[in-house]
């Protein structure tokens, strides 16, 4: 019996021992293939560099992996990695108006640890638990911005977004990125954009920036109101625009200028360009325009027979122009103040000596920079030392060679050592800490004067201006002595 036992059991040990071999290989076959969809897994789940661009995993000649995400040194370089990630995402935003959404993954203690207003929805007192946060307000580029400095401190704006950046950030409450949006604002601020900006800028409370559109629009009106920007400008701005005293522009422009955004608001409200819907959409707006203080022939050529005053208004305002007894008018009738150019004197001394110095069709040149930013409104030139004489003249003005303005007339001298304005046809913004080069070509066959004594820096009001000589020179005027003893500016 114990024979029989022991003969039987012998075989079914044997089949247990093979069963137990078949196991172990194919366990050892699951474990592989697992390993293997872990790592293919955890390359999905790796986090996308700054760039968006997914960060590879590759294996080693030698066998070994790369090191991970976390293996980078600084918090700043592990936190940008994460940006715009889904990898252990605990919050998820549906930004953007209808059906123009994008979800955008993110993580809660890094957003609130970067703003307040993220801060008390996620972990204040009324936070909520939800998953997803719609914001149809924002606009996903300007969100993905505001997004990318929280999690790595680094701002990159452009211009297509850059208001809509600095309406996120006033919105959460990031003060870094709202200050470099208005910072690049500044820096591309000019007469096209000025009244957008400016109309922007009162929105969001940034005085600075408002004052930075003020001094744009005041030396450049002429090409701030004729832009297309003006047209898009909300009625309340348009309106703090045609209160400007110091508006450096005729009144019959400003009037043309009101006129082309009462189109646009026609435009806007459905409603057919005729002069009664233009002077509705003016509204009140219409009697800030000082018409009286046209010249009468400006009036005749202009509102008179533009149809959006009324019969009354105009025989009022003719009137007013010829009659002994003025009427009452319901516009103002003083003119604007405007701008007071500035004048940077050059030289301590002027001087004539016979046969020294003649104009003949040279060029006299000379480079400077300021230390702040002004507006080029012309030059102060001398005329002739021997009795009254007419002089034609280019004025040009540069910025490492590229020609931003430049004029073509005439100006009388009286004989006299005063310098003589010629103007620009447009104020030229000029930038701070950058050479520009102003030139002068003058063909008139008398003697004149120069000046002397030239000084490389000079204090003008606020504004400091260095000089150098320039090689476009060829007439001889240099830092100490020459031609063009003035830079006429705005400021």
């Known amino acids: 019996m114990a024979a029989e036992l022991f003969s039987t059991s012998l075989p079914h040990g044997e089949e247990e021992e093979e069963e137990e071999e078949e196991t172990k290989r194919n366990f050892i076959q699951l474990s592989e293939a697992k390993e293997s969809a872990d790592r293919h897994d955890d390359r999905i789940a790796a986090p996308s560099n700054n760039n968006g661009e997914e960060e590879e995993e590759e294996e080693e000649e030698d066998g070994e992996e790369r090191p991970g995400w976390q293996a980078h040194p600084t918090l700043r370089e592990r936190n940008a990695l994460m940006f715009n990630n889904e990898h252990m995402a605990d919050i998820h935003f549906i930004v953007g108006p209808p059906g123009e959404t994008q979800t955008v993954p993110a993580h809660k203690y890094v957003l609130a640890v970067g703003s307040s207003v993220f801060g008390a929805m996620f972990y204040g007192d009324l936070a909520e638990g939800q998953s997803e946060i719609h914001i149809p307000d924002v606009e996903p580029a300007a969100f993905l911005t505001l997004l990318k400095y929280m999690y790595s401190d680094e701002v990159e704006l452009d211009a297509d977004t850059v208001l809509a950046t600095l309406y996120a950030a006033k919105k959460y409450i990031v003060p870094a990125v709202a200050k470099a949006c208005v910072g690049f604002l500044e820096t591309s601020l000019e007469a096209r954009n000025a009244c957008v900006l400016l109309s922007q800028s009162r929105l969001f409370e940034e005085a600075e920036l408002t004052q930075r559109c003020w001094e744009v629009i005041d030396a450049q009106a002429d090409l701030a109101l004729r832009s297309e920007g003006f047209c898009e400008i ?258």
Request: a neutral charge; proline letters at 4%.
């Open 234 to 491: 909300d009625r309340p701005t348009l309106e703090i625009v045609l209160q400007r005293e110091t508006l450096n522009i005729r009144e019959a422009a400003v009037f043309q200028a009101a006129l082309s955004w009462a189109a646009a608001e026609c435009r806007r409200q459905g409603l057919a360009v005729t002069p009664r819907n233009q002077r509705t959409a003016l509204g009140k707006a219409l009697y800030l325009l000082r018409i009286p203080s046209m010249s009468l022939q400006e009036f005749a050529d202009g509102p008179a027979q533009s149809d959006v005053l009324t019969l009354t208004e105009t025989h009022n305002i003719f009137l007013w122009y010829t009659a002994t007894n003025k009427p009452q008018l319901d516009f103002p009738v003083g003119k604007r103040v405007g701008l007071a150019p500035q004048r940077c004197h050059r030289f301590q001394a002027s001087a004539y000596r016979s046969n020294q110095w003649r104009y003949r069709g040279r060029c006299d040149s000379i480079q400077f920079a300021v230390d702040r930013r002004i507006f080029m409104a012309g030059l102060g030139l001398y005329g002739s030392s021997g009795g009254k004489a007419e002089y034609s003249v280019r004025i040009e003005l540069k910025r490492q060679g590229t020609l931003l303005a430049q004029n073509l007339t005439k100006f009388l001298s009286d004989g006299s050592s005063s310098t003589f304005p010629v103007w620009f046809e447009h104020p030229v913004q000029v930038e701070q800490d950058t050479f520009y080069t102003v030139s002068a070509v003058l063909d008139g066959n008398e003697l004149s004067y120069f000046g002397q004594e030239g000084m490389t820096e000079v204090q003008c009001g606020k504004v400091t201006f260095q000089f150098q000589c320039s090689s476009d020179s060829t007439n001889g005027t240099g830092v100490q002595g020459g031609q063009i003893p003035e830079l006429i500016f705005y400021c």
